[in-house]
């Protein structure tokens, strides 16, 4: 069948209940990077306000990361358990209420316990996302759901700015917690009412019932990750996110205290500034899945379009190092904005390729396995900004990790993948527990 546009899709396929599903899994989105963005906006408040080291400001950070990547290795297999209603709502209950408990922190050590129960609970709305997208659209609706819902995150890093120095001004730093935790409760009541599975509901019309079941059983291997890991391209994707990963960290929990201490912004001046930055990470992330698609199109080979994508967005980054030196506030900001943004083109394309060497049933462990190498990173990162504030109280050294990170992970991309081949996983190892066969991974 061919593939169809976004409008064409609505339009031509039958009923659109699948379509309220999408919107709800895009409001969790949004709801989510608005609970995580939070105490990186709020950090020269608080640091002032209970006297926090940079060192101390690392930990919490690192509690969120730790509990995050932990959360990520287990929290699947729970969804898959409990079902996709009950796990999401389970997931954005416990980090509404943890989001919401940051209200009631004084120390270092009690924000740590609250931003790590945010993580454990965070960890499961991507795995439940995607889970409640396969069950509600067919294979070839399924990317252009996901991409619409996972967009929310960055509608999340949007709004935030925006929201937060209202409520602190008005309401103190307290309420900026208590009400984004607020929206997820709201949310999980509406997330209750309204989600169950398509054959489940009596919501849905028989002929979009029969569209979204129309695809034909899926008879790929499922690979185990023991096995996943013993090849070079599992280690592609999972490097280029472990050296990448902690910057898109920095730039969520540090990039406000940098508008602060070396633009002299206060929280309400740093509305703007923000909100170009985000912004020109959505932007980002759309141009550079576009621009190895383009190159495709224009008779580019997979390896080299893929290739060509992540060096831009690895050059686009390197003039973030001028950042810490500018004396101009506006130059500074522009100089994020286009490195946030070529930092999610190079998203795009490091999660495209794990699915341009596995088969799809081995492309969400491989993904897992590379997002909890990034968390991995990042917890190192965030102690080693901790102690370079600390010690020096410059951004100069943290930008200049930030400039040379991506041209170093594109350099083992290559060393592991140089031609972007389908990842040969050996029989042995491929075959469950429990067959007397090999399964074969060929796509």
Known sequence: MNSLSPIESFSASPGSRRWLVCALLFFAAT??????????????????????????????????QFAYGFGILFIGKFIDWVGTRRGLSLAVFLWSLSAMAHAAASSVWQFGVARFCLGIGEAGSFPAS???????????????????????TNIGAIVTPLVVPWLTYHFGWRSAFLATGALGLLWMIAWLALYHRPEETSFISPTELAYIKSDAPDDEPRIPLRALITVRESWAVALGKFFTDPIWYVYLFWIPDFLKRNLKLDLSGMALPLLLIYTGASVGSIVGGWLSSFLLRRGWALNASRKAALLACALAVTPIMLAARSSSA??????????????????????????????????????????????????????????????????????????????????????????????????????????????????
């Open 31 to 64: 709801v989510n990077y608005m609970d995580r963005q939070v105490i990186g906006l709020l950090k020269p408040t608080l640091q002032l306000q209970f006297g926090w080291t940079e060192n101390g400001y690392s930990d919490i950070v690192v509690a969120f």
């Open 130 to 152: 995607v889970k409640a997208v396969a069950e509600w659209f067919p294979k070839r609706e399924r990317a252009l759901a996901t991409g619409i819902f996972n967009s929310g």
């Open 330 to 443: 506006w130059f500074a900001v522009l100089l994020m904005t286009l490195a946030a943004g070529a930092h999610q083109g190079w998203s795009a394309n490091i999660y495209t390729l794990a699915s341009d060497m596995f088969p799809k049933s081995a492309v969400g462990s491989v993904v897992g396995f590379a997002t909890m190498m990034g968390t991995i990173s990042g917890m190192l990162l965030a102690k080693i900004v901790g102690y370079t504030l600390q010690r020096t109280g410059s951004y100069v050294p943290v930008f200049m990790i930030a400039g040379f990170a991506y041209l170093i992970a594109l350099a083992f991309v290559q060393a592991m993948a140089p031609k972007l081949e389908p990842a040969r996983i050996p029989a042995a190892l491929s075959a469950e527990p429990g067959s007397t066969e090999p399964r074969s991974t060929k796509r």
